[in-house]
């Protein structure tokens, strides 16, 4: 029996993976580098842990609950601190907390009475429905104000894409957004009554979503998935070429080539344009290296707790361009999550570069900690050397799904339909966060296992 192939062992075709083999269907993962995990990289010095990639999961969907279950991993598994309830956006130089109610939002010094007054009129503000798409910048500035474009949605876009909310499209970076005006007519209305739909549906809005990570950091949940896969999982095994045949596919990797029923394309946009295809429809797949990664810097810092004059009450902060400072955001990861630095010590994790500002993203790492340095100073009234850094430079980071992104969308569903056996999952098509790749790996698998356990048993 034929196995399935799958290229990459990023979170997304780690699950893949571990389900497919759940049902029986035989895999075989190939990953050019020579871990698995993808951007997902947890490491541990001196009492100090340092994620390069994402810190945690938003838990958007039952599907991500039960990965954790399957992989009897719930005991590892860490909410944050409840103590740490603020979410910061900086203004005038000082981070204030985002209001967790109406009542804080009348009283927060975060937005202006012209930006109160803006979300106050919102729900009588008319829907858009010529079906002209909008950058999120646009969107925003439409339903509420220039003052929430730079206050509130330009960091988060930092936060989430380090990307440009003049590019963005709100159709495809911000889904649910438009989803909630066209449904509901307002998104303060959405918010009321959207409530009912998602517990029908068992998903939880983002805003909603509870966090969590793992004792030693994300890479627990993509070691246990690899763990699973044992020989399945081939590292160092870059694809070179794939030719349809017949009954299957032919994966050729440095190493040689073998005989596949499909392959499931779990990569990145730009890997994807390099790799060569023969298949008995036209396939072309250079369009894809259109899709921008801008690169983003991680910045690690440790230090000691009586250095730090900040209560360091939350989440971390985002900071808005306006602001002029050179890191997009900063998580205040030991008070978030516990075993993150030793007793009486903290950890600090920041980004820079971005569409922002994508030169400082390749800076060297000294350079970077003392650019990141001087805005914790200025920000958090820190004092004094970090004792601990880390640093990982991503050089292309995030997947910017800007204005006119779905052309590649669309050219994906028609590659799937025109050459049998070919499947695309991951952060390009279904979403950039960790939880819209662990449920991208579990759809595609459910797609093609069933697909593949109705065949005769000799693979597709």
């Known amino acids: 029996m034929k196995s399935v192939a799958i290229i990459g062992a990023g979170i997304t075709g780690l699950t893949a993976a571990f389900y497919l083999k759940r049902r029986g269907v ?25 994620e390069s990639g994402p810190n945690s999961i938003l838990e958007t969907s039952p599907k991500i609950s039960e990965l954790i279950r399957d992989l009897n991993l719930e005991a590892r598994r860490f909410y944050p601190n409840p103590a740490a309830k603020n979410r910061y956006v900086v203004r005038d130089k000082k981070p204030i907390a985002m209001p967790s109610s109406q009542a804080e939002f009348l009283t927060t010094k975060l937005f202006s009475a012209r930006a109160k007054f803006a979300l106050a009129r919102e729900p009588f503000v008319p829907p858009r429905r010529d079906g002209v798409e909008e950058s999120v910048a646009e969107f925003v500035l439409r339903r509420l104000n220039q003052e929430f474009l730079n ?33 509901y007519g307002s998104l303060l209305k959405g918010q009321f ?18 966090l969590f990570s793992f004792d030693e950091g994300l890479q627990v949940l993509t070691d246990a998935l690899a763990a699973q896969l044992g020989d399945s999982l081939k590292l160092n095994a870059p694809v070179l070429k794939m030719i349809q045949s017949d009954d299957g596919w032919r994966v050729s990797t440095s190493s040689g080539e073998a005989e596949h029923s499909s392959v499931i394309y779990c990569g990145t946009a730009y890997k994807l344009a390099d790799l060569k295809i023969e298949s008995q429809a036209s396939v072309d797949f250079l369009a894809f290296a259109e ?9 690690v810092l440790g230090f000691r707790r009586e250095d730090v004059a900040h209560p360091l009450d939350g989440f971390g902060m985002l900071i808005p361009k306006i602001e002029g400072f050179k890191i997009l955001g900063t998580i205040f990861s030991s008070s978030l999550f516990p075993n993150r630095a030793p007793e009486n010590f903290v950890t600090f994790t920041s980004y820079v570069g971005g569409e922002r500002q994508p030169e400082l993203a390749a800076l060297p790492a000294e350079k970077l900690f003392e650019l990141v340095c001087d805005d914790l100073r200025a920000l958090l009234g820190v004092k004094g050397k970090p004792v601990f850094t880390h640093h990982h430079f991503w050089p292309r980071a995030i997947p910017q799904y800007n204005v006119g992104f779905g052309k590649f969308k669309d050219l994906l569903n028609e590659i799937e339909s025109r050459a049998h056996g070919l499947f695309f999952a991951g952060s390009f098509r279904d979403g950039i966060s960790l939880g819209d790749s ?18 005769d048993g000799h693979g597709l």
């Open 193 to 210: 009554f959207g409530a009912s739909d998602r517990k029908k549906s068992g998903e939880i809005s983002r805003r909603d979503a509870k």
């Open 291 to 299: 899709i921008l990664y801008p690169p983003v810097a991680s910045v």
């Open 438 to 455: 662990i449920v991208s790996g579990v759809n595609i698998a459910e797609s093609v296992g069933k697909t593949f356990l109705t065949t």
């Open 151 to 183: 206050r509130a949605i330009d960091p988060l876009v930092a936060g989430i894409y380090a990307g440009d909310p003049h590019k963005l499209s709100v159709k495809h970076a911000f889904p649910k957004l438009l989803e909630t005006e066209q449904k």
């Open 26 to 50: 035989p895999v075989t993962v190939y990953e050019a580098g020579a871990r698995a995990g993808g951007v997902i990289q947890s490491s541990r010095q001196n009492g100090f842990l340092a």
